[in-house]
């Protein structure tokens, strides 16, 4: 549609898998003036925020707050608990879990690796088969991926908890959060997870530029004898600076101030609100994708997201291309491919600020880019989707906002 | 969905007939620190926006820049031009002509009322017929609504021109142009229009709060005889104080820093561009509402809008209720209706900042409203709005923006 | 310093007395997405700031809100409550006073002119006797500009009240508030006042756009017999559809946001904080100028305005070519010079959000502009402005905020 | 002032050495819908951003562009050069160029500690003794602070490559510009730098968030034989996807618009006039404070910054509450103290989107500050400034912007 224009009119909707729209009240709240760091409404503001942020990942742990993207928090979870030569059970459930295993090895970690085709989360049972061998208890970290965003695929982490514990191991359970957190349902106390990565730029619906690290004691614990060195990264520092309000070196002032902002939001909406939205969101989405007969990458429901359904196209369309027509088009943008199926499948994101509206939006451009793109589907998809709405409205189950 | 939150996730579908969403360019544009407005800055952007106003109008003439609404700027076209006692012929078209109707009455003036059942636009012949009658020529103006927000009914300018000329007539002809500009060609010279009336929050994609007349020779003549009373709405000094960039009393001048803005925006899409846009998303939303088995408030095809669409319920079915609903659930909003068919219809509005994802997402909102608010009608009218945007996509007649 | 730049780093003093600079907190919730201004959430928001409004006016009657400027205010105060032919007095305080009484006439009202060299403010006396000599009753209302912006006179509202009272007068009182409102004690109900003119631009800190009239049972009564034909202004549909948090026509949505706003922050700070910081920034400023030996053209102390100083520039000064030299090196803008002393005066604004070291920065500005421009003064006046400053705050008398 | 309220009027004074007030455009730029950080548009503006640092930098090699603070650029910096017990030899100019130091002895390097009190820069002359005696070129890099944020000063960069090359020293020259891009002249490739660490939030006038490194072909060679761990800061994936406008990981997506925007208007302004424009606001406050009689902390005017000033109190006065007076009273931010000093001085900042006229006012608060916290100082240094700042105004040297 804007062919031979540079402005592509209207709302883009941005369905990527996140960083999501922020919406304008959070943006506005980061669009401000910049505040002393080391004054005392800075210290008000960045105390707000740090127990605030304890409340989405459920936790009374502290939780850092890096000037990073989620790389970075992923490299603040290794490098502050385990040393060189480490071994870490790691599984790889698609893009994100093989790149945090390249990262494990550039710190001279031994990730052991249980593969998959991708198209499956974490299984709790090779992890507790895993564990079981290492009768000499080598392995420091077990590393999961809860919500896999590059195939859609999550994971069951109080499953995989129990699976550690049935095994008897000592090892750290990690879990990154990134597409997950502010999302889908997520306790860090609860389900004794050690250290968990997210991600300021999916379900807390901020700008990329933020990401966290929820702790618990035994990770703490595993500081103290921990040898990869560490310096932006470290948590010391931080966890001894925060109490005050403050930070170690000039944090991203404005964005703590987006996330006063979204947090705030969040419990306006009420957590279980949010996660039952994205829920249905999620369920919409994939009758339109099977009532279209393209194949979900995650192949077994037990393992789909609430967050991002990665979709198939059939052999000989190229996924890159549809992309392209839908931008050009009707001004929208999906997730891309990796990996083995690089080409093959595209994502649908649909997390963070979004909303039955939006995605019907979205749906209804992705049924329209597929017949422009010669993609062979089953017309309806959309109609699918609306019938479940439909349904899903006419008996709310709502709970009151906190 | 909203019911037991103070929040509706996401983005708002605001599908009135405007004001209409304001692209965050604009927003950001209009959000600036306050300049002085006797000041050289000001009067190179006061500059800017008063010639770039006359392209969208396609006038050569002055055009004057409110800080008021619309209606504001139908009472400076009044009392600009007329004197107590004047006849003017209007066109009864819907709420909006019979509000101007009793906005002339206010001022004294004789209105002299062409009756519709506000289910047409104007018609040109009955504008003829009326005017050769009056012999005397005592009518000293033609007032017709270009677009019908209320009804969603438009009217052929370049015809009325025509009658009145068939007509020999010397009225002026005043044009409602609010909900059309910028999203509905209009030609105000080449037309022959001597008073044109526009508002910045439709087509020109502003917030609320400024309003035009652009203007005739035979207009500005009209001026020097005319009696009634003006003072904030009066040309003259707006004239003359325009010429060096500055305004006669402070003006809104954050408001022109968008008018700039918008104006380009509309420029890098191209103003046909523009057009063939909205005709297009106009009759998208026709093809929904007909296969729905619903009746189009506008009962004939050649006085469709193209920037809004009104919809009339099925007897015993309250549109008021069903909007209800439909933004409870869906986040959306409709236009209201009004006059003798009060509570009957509701209104789509498909005109500035805006495109077919957009549209198709307040589609599919509106098919789910229909079934939760029990409301008959047949399921597909979405996938018929995709199969004519799908067919009006693989055969792009775009032309190359300005 | 910008002279071979488009870029003038830094901020911009802004230093004319209205449009104020718009605090971010106001600029951002006027920098929202609009909302359907016939919706549940608008009304909330509306109702917000009709009563709102009423606190700053200090009035249990209503307040119409315009969208249009001070100017249009003006006009809504005279047609609603007159008559073509009526006689009304008022004061020739300088500029906005001679404006308004170009607009009486008009209107074709009788304005009766109180003469003054436009160095002082209203003389309670000189009303009085005036309103004596007018034993027919003919004068229908008093017109009054509290605080004259082009001049930095103020006068005394309360003491115009008893004035007319003693004077056995049955005249409406009309006060002119624009540039005091919000930053001068101003007491609708308490005073007496029939119709007061307010502005969003000044004390309030919106951006130009908006307007009030703050009216009195008496002026609603005159109402009723007003003959003079109005519209846009008109107050009995406003005030109707206000009740239930509407407009009659599309209000500027996003201004009523800002408008609450900007209230919320006028009762944050305490209405009697914000007017004692208005006295004592206008008291730093002139003891600048008296230091320098400059003239305000106010003459007499007793008439000073808190929120605008006029400063006289020595003859064979001009000071519109000093106002070029300070904007150019110093990015600061001043109020210029109007009527019979038009080039032989300029005008500080400090009023609206601003602060002890904003007005310094101005001060120092305008030393060291005096001195680039070759203007005589006496070195010093910043000094004097500190001194008398230190003295200020060494001995608070700050109450608490409400 | 802001005693007994919430709000604190008129615009704060944020006169930290960073970060720095953002202006208003950049701010804008960045408050924009997120945009898919692998699509065309993305591609174009990351483009732009990369290509536009390296004129910042005056190099034509790559820039690495981090979303982290300058701490995350100071270990990207060491990590992508440097092996365990590397020797590096460091200036100790301060605060910061103590906790780099700090931050190469976690990652196991051997800091060789040039020892001075911080009240100068670095001494070429030292550096020059103490590279010539590491006759077994053991010393891999030389890490210097261009300009000591805590302390105001400056060395000379320049002289530094000399004094290496005159040693036929090898070592890489590492530089850490976090307070002087964009602020003061800074030539990556004339002068020979191997690595520059630069952040967003000083002279680029950026919000906190983003950082740089700068670097030269034999810093890339190094890069090859380094041996520190290292991911997140890793420069080879980030020069490799940076080549198509993309990041190897989510980068803060909306901060590289507003870089593109501050860069833009670096330009605008010229960088000869933005760097002359610090001389002389650094002057200025120099000129007020020795009036004052107090004392620089940097005591040899060989070093002065031209971007931060760092000011000793009389013995018995607390630096820190005076600082909080100032606040309180006149709403403004200083630098805070460090190290053997802490508590002794504070540091007014001088940099990034300032001008004469904020600095003035800052200066007039500073002085009025003084006298409320009782701190003996010498009346007239505000004048002193003015005095100087007339004759830099008066005979202007600024060059056409580029």
């Known amino acids: ?34 505040i002393d760091h080391r004054g005392p409404e800075f210290a008000k503001m960045a105390k707000k925020a740090l127990e605030g942020i304890k409340t989405i990942f459920k ?22 608990t385990l040393s060189p030569g480490d071994k870490v059970l790691m599984i790889e459930t698609g893009q994100f879990a093989t790149l945090w295993k390249k990262m494990a090895e550039k ?90 990565i997210g991600g300021a730029q999916k379900g807390l619906m901020l700008p ?15 500081y103290k004898t ?4 560490k310096s932006f990264f470290d948590w010391a520092d931080m966890i001894n600076m925060n109490k005050v309000g403050f930070f170690p070196y000039t944090p991203a002032t404005l964005m703590l101030g987006g996330l006063v902002e979204s947090i705030g939001m969040l419990h306006e909406e009420g957590l ?19 009532h279209w007969g393209l194949e979900i990458l995650c192949r077994d429901p037990k393992y789909y997201s609430s967050t991002v359904t990665a979709i198939l196209l059939p ?14 088009h009707f001004n929208i943008s999906y997730g891309a491919s990796f990996g083995a199926l690089a080409g093959k499948y595209f994502r649908i994101g649909h997390l963070g600020d979004t909303n039955d509206t939006t995605i019907m939006g979205a749906l209804a451009a992705t049924e329209m880019a597929l017949s422009l793109a010669g993609v062979p589907h089953k017309k309806g998809g959309v109609q699918a989707a609306m019938d479940y709405l439909v349904s899903a409205h006419a008996t709310p189950a709502r709970v009151a906002a906190e």
């Not at 809860?146 to 990690?174: F, Q, V, W, Y």
């Not at 990329?208 to 595993?222: C, H, I, T, V, Y």
């Not at 279980?272 to 249905?280: I, L, W």
């Not at 969101?281 to 099977?290: Q, S």
């Open 208 to 222: 990329p530029g933020m990401s966290f690290n929820a702790l618990s004691p035994k990770a703490l614990e595993a």
């Open 107 to 196: 710190f001279d970690l031994q990730p052991e690796f249980i593969k998959t085709d991708w198209r499956v989360g974490a299984d709790p049972a090779a992890i507790e088969a895993h564990l079981r061998q290492d009768t000499g208890k080598e392995i420091k970290a077990v590393c999961v991926v809860h919500n896999e965003t590059s195939t859609g695929c999550a994971s069951d982490i109080a499953a995989i908890r129990k699976a550690i514990d049935a095994a008897g191991h000592p090892a750290l359970l990690m879990v990154d959060t990134i597409s997950s957190l502010g999302s889908a349902d997520y306790r860090h106390d609860e389900w004794g997870v050690d250290v968990a």
């Open 59 to 80: 936790t009374s742990n502290p939780v850092i707050i890096y000037t990073a993207t989620g790389t970075g928090a992923w490299e603040g979870a290794l490098v502050n």
């Open 272 to 290: 279980d609100n949010v996660f039952a939205r994205h829920d249905r969101l999620g369920e919409a989405v994939r009758r339109a994708v099977k």
């Open 315 to 328: 052999d000989g369309h190229d996924a890159d291309a549809f992309r392209g027509i839908a931008l050009e």
């Open 1 to 34: 549609m804007a062919q031979n224009s540079s402005r592509a009119p209207g709302r883009h909707f941005l369905q990527i898998p996140g960083p999501t729209p922020v919406p304008d009240r959070v943006l506005r709240a980061i669009d401000m003036p910049i």
């Open 226 to 229: 921990s040898k990869l060195p």
